[in-house]
C-alpha cells in the first residue's frame, strides 16, 4: 500500500515537473527572441549616444551628457559581451558555455559581470539626475576643465569600486552568502543565497547580503534620482510662476505709462494675467502635465527595469528553494516561471530602454548626431560664425 502510494506521488511530481520544464522551454524561446532584438536595438541606440557626445565639444564638456555618454558605453558592454550569452542559454535551453557541472568560471564570471554592470547602471542614473538638480539650483557657478573632470571622477570611481566590491562577495568562498547560478527561468547566471544544510533555510549571511544588495544597489539610487528629479519639477514650476509674475508687473506699468506693447516677447500666462481665460488656464494645466509626465518617465523606467530583479533578490532567502532537480544542470525554480522570465526580459532589456530615455529623446544629441552625419558646409559655417558675432 505504502509502495503505491509512494509510486503515485513519484508520478505526479514528475508530471508536474514535466509541464514546468516545458513552461520553461517555451518562455525560453521568447526570450531567445526578445534578447536578441533587445541587443541589437540597444546596441544601436547606445552607439547613437556615444557618437552624439563624442562629435559635439560643446556635449563633451557638460557633466550630465559625460555621463549620458558612460551610460551608454556600459550598455553597449551589456549588448555585446553579455546578451549573446544570455540569447545562446536561452536557445539551448541551458547554459552551453561551461563543459560539466563542475566547471563554472564562465556562470560565475557572467554573474558577477552582470551584477556590477547593473549596480553602475542604477547609480549612473542616480547620479545623472542629481546632477542635472544641482546645475539647475545652481546655474551661475563656473565649472572649469579640472572642476569637470574632478566631478566626473567622484561620481564614476566609488560606482565602479562600489560595484566590483560587491558583486565579488559570492565569488569568496566561505562567505556563506550563496553564489552565482544559472536560473533556467531567466536564462542568465544570477544570485542564490546560500541555505542551511539542516533545515533547507536561508543562512543569516544570505538574508543580510541581500538585504544589503537591495537597498544600497536599487532603494537608496531610487530615492536619489525621485529626489531630484521632483526637486527639479519644483524649480521648474517656482520659476515659471516667477516669470509670469514679473512678465504681468511689466506690462501693467507700460500701459501705465500709455507705452504700446505688442506682447510678442510676454509668455502667454503673463498676457492673460487680470483677466485669466481658460485658454491661458489649459496652457497652465498642458505644462504641468507634460512636464509631470517628463519627470515621472526617468523614475518610473528606473523602477521598471530593475524592481523586479531587485524584488526577487530581496525575496528568494525566504522562499524555499522546491525539490525539483537542477534543470539541465541549472539551479531548481523557485518562483513562478513567468515571474521570473519576465522580471529578467525587463533588467536585460534596460541598456536599450536606457539609451531610448537619455538618447533618442535627447534634442541636442539628435542635432549633434545630425551634424556628424552630414556636416555643415563653408557657406553654412560662415554664416553662423556671422550670426553669432553680431
Known amino acids: 500500500m505504502d509502495a503505491a502510494a509512494t509510486n503515485g506521488s513519484e508520478v505526479v511530481n514528475q508530471t508536474r515537473w514535466q509541464t514546468v520544464d516545458d513552461d520553461v522551454q517555451g518562455w525560453n524561446i521568447v526570450e531567445g527572441v526578445l534578447l536578441t532584438v533587445v541587443s541589437i536595438a540597444g546596441f544601436i541606440v547606445n552607439l547613437f549616444i556615444v ?46 558555455l561551461d563543459a560539466s557541472a563542475n566547471d563554472r568560471g564562465l556562470c560565475d564570471g557572467h554573474g558577477y559581470a552582470q551584477a556590477v554592470l547593473v549596480h553602475v547602471m542604477i547609480w549612473t542614473i542616480a547620479m545623472l539626475g542629481w546632477n542635472k538638480y544641482r546645475t539647475i539650483s545652481t546655474p551661475m557657478q563656473h565649472v572649469s576643465s579640472a572642476i569637470y573632470r574632478q566631478r566626473v571622477a567622484a561620481i564614476l570611481l566609488p560606482t565602479w569600486a562600489t560595484g566590483l566590491a560587491i558583486a565579488s562577495v559570492p565569488l569568496i568562498s566561505g562567505s556563506g552568502v550563496g553564489r552565482y547560478g544559472y536560473g533556467s527561468a531567466s536564462a542568465s547566471c544570477t544570485f542564490e543565497p546560500s541555505l542551511a544544510t539542516d533545515n533547507d533555510s536561508p543562512t543569516v549571511a544570505s538574508i543580510v547580503y541581500s538585504v544589503a544588495i537591495t537597498i544600497f544597489g536599487f532603494l537608496l539610487p531610487v530615492g536619489v534620482a525621485a529626489h531630484s528629479y521632483f526637486r527639479i519639477y519644483n524649480i521648474a514650476r517656482w520659476h515659471r510662476k516667477r516669470i509670469a509674475l514679473m512678465s504681468a508687473v511689466v506690462q501693467v506699468i507700460t500701459l501705465s505709462v500709455g507705452v504700446p506693447m505688442s ?18 488656464a489649459n496652457a497652465d494645466q498642458c505644462w504641468d502635465r507634460k512636464t509631470s509626465r517628463n519627470v515621472l518617465g526617468f523614475v518610473a523606467a528606473m523602477v521598471f527595469c530593475y524592481a523586479p530583479h531587485y524584488a526577487l533578490i530581496v525575496s528568494a532567502p525566504a522562499v524555499r528553494r522546491s525539490t525539483h532537480p537542477p534543470y539541465s544542470g541549472s539551479s531548481s525554480v523557485r518562483f513562478p516561471v513567468a515571474l521570473e522570465a519576465l522580471a529578467g526580459i525587463v533588467m536585460m532589456a534596460s541598456p536599450a530602454i536606457n539609451g531610448f530615455i537619455y538618447g533618442v529623446r535627447n534634442r541636442a544629441m539628435i542635432r549633434s548626431f545630425r551634424s556628424f552625419i552630414r556636416p555643415p558646409t563653408l557657406g553654412e559655417r560662415l554664416q553662423r560664425h556671422l550670426v553669432s558675432n553680431v
Open 51 to 96: 557618437i552624439a557626445v563624442l562629435a559635439s565639444r560643446k556635449l563633451r564638456r557638460r557633466v550630465s551628457d559625460t555621463l549620458c555618454c558612460h551610460l551608454a558605453l556600459v550598455g553597449i558592454a551589456w549588448c555585446a559581451l553579455l546578451l549573446p550569452a544570455n540569447v545562446t542559454a536561452a536557445f539551448a535551453v541551458g547554459w552551453p
Open 263 to 280: 506682447g510678442q516677447a510676454l509668455p502667454e500666462v503673463a498676457q492673460q494675467t487680470g483677466n485669466r481665460s481658460p485658454s491661458a
